[in-house]
């Protein structure tokens, strides 16, 4: 699994992608949550839980001195 979390973190547009879509999903799902007048407090949990999982791939893995380019697959 560390090889593959390493990959990931290696391609920094797919992991900036991805922690942008975790987020905006949690919006969308907070905002449906709040008309149809259900609790909405775990919303801000999960998204305090998804910014430390992307803090933790950096405390990990570092900073990468040279993106990989995915453009040219």
């Known amino acids: 699994?560390?090889?593959?979390?390493?990959?990931?973190y290696a391609v920094e547009a797919m992991r900036v992608t991805?922690?942008?879509?975790m987020?905006?999903?949690l919006k969308q799902m907070a905002v449906e949550k709040t008309f149809e007048g259900e609790n909405v407090t775990g919303i801000k949990e999960a998204r305090e839980l998804v910014t430390k999982m992307f803090?933790?791939?950096?405390?990990l893995y570092?900073?990468?001195?040279?993106?990989?380019?995915?453009s040219s697959r």
């Open 18 to 21: 991805l922690e942008e879509f």
């Open 23 to 25: 987020i905006d999903t």
């Open 55 to 59: 803090d933790r791939l950096d405390e």
């Open 1 to 8: 699994m560390d090889k593959i979390l390493q990959q990931f």
């Open 62 to 70: 570092g900073k990468i001195k040279e993106p990989v380019d995915i």
